[in-house]
């Protein structure tokens, strides 16, 4: 029978799947804009997310945890998807954009295995979870370089409050979720979502209304990632 954490847990994967989702929009707008060409490292964010999700799907089979395998096979449609879109609209990056889904495929097998094949059977859960918290900590770190841009510009036109919002609720649960059960390396691979989303909301809120119009002037406009 699911006690109390298993559904909190199971409440905690509505965010998740909102996190891994919203992405979507981005995606739409590109494939409906056939002229979009965009921006190179978008590719490297979808690349983090399959890394992202493969293990801790992976994880969540050892554990035989619905909780953490439902939402991560969200995030790897959404990520399958991204790759394929974004492919097709990479324009004279196309190569580039290969190399990456090579790259985060190759890695994900690599990581895999040495949460896996590579340990005794009864310490793969546990080697598996601090792989994931690899895999995590790579994941949520990699908005800060335009987190930096949005501060250096004073424009934080190119975050979206939507993922913002969802990826902090999403990582705030489940840390709660990893402190119950207890899970040292969900804990805290969500921890540092949480804390960089919140620095991203910071940045989004400070300067929702784009730079102060005499920066604008003088470095004519935000450059758009």
Known sequence: MPDGIDYFGYLGVIPAMAMFCLPGVLLWRIWNNPDTSPHPNTMDAFCGMWVFCILWIVYGI?????????PNLIGIIVATIAFFVLWLRAGPHRGRQQTAIVVAIALSAILV????????????????????????????????????????????????????????????????????????????????????????????????NGPPADISAGAGGAQQL
């Open 62 to 70: 050892l554990d035989v945890n619905a909780v953490i395998i439902i």
């Open 113 to 208: 295995l040495i949460g896996t094949a590579f340990v005794p059977l009864d310490e793969q859960r546990p080697v598996s979870g601090w792989v994931c918290f690899v895999g995590g900590f790579l994941f949520f770190t990699a908005p800060l370089p335009l987190i930096r841009f949005v501060l250096a510009t004073k424009d934080a036109t190119p975050l979206a409050l939507g993922s913002i919002v969802a990826t902090l609720v999403s990582c705030l649960w489940q840390v709660l979720y990893g402190a119950m059960r207890p899970e040292l390396s969900l804990a805290l691979a969500n921890a540092i979502g949480a804390l960089v989303s919140l620095a991203g909301l910071f940045a989004y809120v400070k300067y929702r």
